[in-house]
């Protein structure tokens, strides 16, 4: 399910609450009509009038200290703690209109001389109460303990007009217990690529966290982004993240790792994530049969009305599930599926050292320390999030909330959702009416072996006639673009594909202008390549600002033609395959 989608069962639920108020007080009642006239019209509210709520350090257990000192964290799921950033002359950088809509915030707020003051924490926002959050995570599937918030700070979480829950997250603003031995601060180099990243993948129609804005902070960080001992002074810079929620599958797994004494921690978190993000599973009914069949011989039933957290870890399940396979559909690589980079809301989290495909290499891989496995890489992100979802179950076995039958139908139904999102995908970027796995295979086969542009290829494929009689010889011309350099034995090989494809076209008896309009929905001609982003990069740092703004509005309409911004869809210029462009560590 798409969390930037309303929920049937929720807005029932709604509903009947919204029956149930009407005799109540005059007061709900002139709050009801306040609500129903800003439904009506846009909110625009002034920083100081965002409509703050603090549900996490109201509802959980908290750290009884407050002081940012790297330490273990026992018993509590935040901790309560200030940004601490040095900052000299901060600069806005870029913003996001859209994500300022998503909080009624008006836009002309951006341009406030304090602005940048506020979101590099130098300069408090009224209502907020920061805190870092505990987490742990298996990294490169080790578990590797107490990790955490240990550079993002949260401000607290803004209710909107719509009654949206929206969390506020400062990325590079300080030092907080779960530091390590880290500084807490963040590069400008990578806050751009986070912020683009995160509003690229919105305008996909991807799943994620959102980016509300970036400044740079006027001091200089140090960092050794090769791990090889040679570290450089950079532009220190924090983005302001924004999503419904930030909780991980570490979130809740850092507590079932500490013993008895805090499985309870696993429980209260499980009930506050499904009462503010899943409230839908409150209200399933034993009226609904969620009863289903397991296992090969399907002797084992599981039934999700008679348990919520069944319920929740499945939905958690599908959720990833089509996360991933919306991935794989525009050729994206996260880099560092760690349990603690899961979001349980299905988002997209924690943009390190992510790459869009160019040439299609399903062992591509965009992360340096993911070199020696390719853990990470490109085709094994389906497996890995599998593989994380049972860590996540298992979490929830060891709390007592769900049975080992209920944790295998959670894995069993991420195999089975992701293999029907992503075949209905591939189907849709091919323009077809249903899926032919043989015709994917070989047409998947000849872009590695020719190391074809996975985004523009796919771009051009609209361009091919249903036209059984185009003479072999003009076969390849819709795609002359794209298949670069190869032989006759690779042009017979292109040929016979194209072949057997327009066939299919053929089959389908929709028209090529209603197909063309159709796959040019689905399949983007403007993607965040690495090069587009050090473009970026490189011009920030020298303080012109133009051209990460420029990008951010190209990124904004993936799917148009845009003309006169066609070289952001050009093949990567040969500098971009240097270390630090095509290819980066995690640190930043």
């Known amino acids: 399910m798409d969390p930037s989608l309303p929920d049937p069962a929720s807005s029932l639920s709604v509903d009947s609450v919204a029956d149930s108020l009407k005799s109540q007080s005059l007061r709900e009642q002139g709050n009801d009509r306040i609500n129903k006239e800003n439904k009506n019209k846009k909110v625009k509210l002034s920083l100081e009038d965002l409509n703050w709520d603090h549900s996490f350090v109201r509802e959980l257990p908290g750290d009884p200290q407050s002081d940012s000192i790297p330490r273990q964290v026992f018993h509590a799921c935040y901790t309560k703690v200030l940004p601490s950033a040095e900052v ?3 600069e806005l950088v870029a913003w996001s209109d859209s994500v300022a809509g998503l909080l009624d915030l008006d836009s002309h707020e951006f341009e406030r001389p304090d602005f940048p003051l506020k979101f590099s924490g130098a300069s408090p926002l009224t209502g907020a109460v920061p805190y870092a959050q505990c987490y742990g995570g298996h990294q490169f599937g080790t578990w590797a303990g107490q990790l955490g918030d240990g550079r993002a700070i949260t401000l607290g979480e803004i209710l909107n007009s719509k009654s949206q829950r929206w ?3 400062l990325k590079g603003a300080g030092k907080t217990p779960y530091s390590r031995f880290a500084d807490g601060l963040a590069v400008l180099r990578s806050s751009i690529r986070e912020f683009l990243c995160s509003e690229a993948m919105h305008f996909l129609g991807i799943p994620t966290t959102r980016a509300l804005c970036l400044v740079t902070t006027g001091k200089l960080v140090t960092r050794d982004m090769f791990y090889d001992g040679n570290p450089k002074e950079e532009p220190g810079a924090i983005v302001c993240r924004v999503a419904q929620s930030f909780l991980r599958f570490g979130s809740f797994q850092i507590h079932a790792s500490k013993g008895v004494e805090d499985l309870g921690i696993v429980s209260t978190l499980a009930d506050y994530a499904i009462r503010h993000h899943f409230p839908h ?33 499945v939905e958690i399940a599908e959720r990833t599930a089509s996360l991933v396979a919306r991935w794989q559909g525009v050729g994206f690589t996260h880099g560092v599926l760690n349990t ?12 390190g050292p992510f790459g869009f495909l160019d040439a299609f290499d399903p062992s591509y891989t965009p992360n340096t320390t993911d070199l020696p496995g390719r853990r990470y890489c490109f085709a094994n992100q389906p497996d890995i999030c599998s ?5 996540f179950a298992s979490t929830l076995m060891a709390a007592h909330l769900i049975s080992d039958k209920e944790a295998s139908y959670a894995v069993e139904r991420f195999g089975t959702k992701f293999m029907d999102e992503y075949q209905a995908i591939i189907t849709q970027k091919l323009g077809l009416q249903k899926y032919n796995k043989q015709l994917v295979n070989k047409l998947l ?9 996975y985004t523009n290829f796919f771009r051009s494929l609209s361009n091919i006639k249903a036209d059984p009689g185009i003479p072999e010889g003009e076969l390849l011309v819709p795609l002359k673009a794209v298949l670069l350099d190869i032989g006759k034995e690779r042009k017979e090989a292109w040929a016979s594909w194209v072949q057997s494809y327009i066939q299919e076209l053929v089959a389908s008896g929709i028209s090529d ?17 690495n090069y587009l982003c050090q473009s970026a990069i490189d011009a920030a740092e020298i303080c012109d600002f133009g051209e990460v703004r420029r990008l951010l509005k190209v990124m904004e309409r993936p799917y148009d033609e845009q003309p006169g911004m066609e070289k952001y869809a050009r093949l990567p210029p040969a500098w971009a395959y ?7 560590s995690c640190s930043s």
């Open 88 to 90: 000299e002359n901060p």
């Open 167 to 169: 969390e506020l997250q």
């Open 281 to 313: 599973i409150e209200n399933i009914s034993k009226s609904e049969t969620l009863s289903f069949s397991t296992g090969d011989n399907g002797q084992s039933v599981v039934d999700l009305t008679s348990n919520k957290y069944a319920a929740w870890v």
């Open 340 to 351: 603690d980079n899961m979001s349980i809301l299905g988002l997209t989290i924690d943009y």
């Open 387 to 391: 593989w994380n979802i049972t860590q």
């Open 445 to 453: 086969n000849n872009l590695a072996v020719d190391k074809v542009d």
């Open 513 to 529: 202008e209603e197909r063309k309009a159709s796959m040019d929905l689905v399949n983007p001609k403007y993607v965040l390549r």
């Open 578 to 584: 240097r270390p630090g462009v095509c290819m980066l």
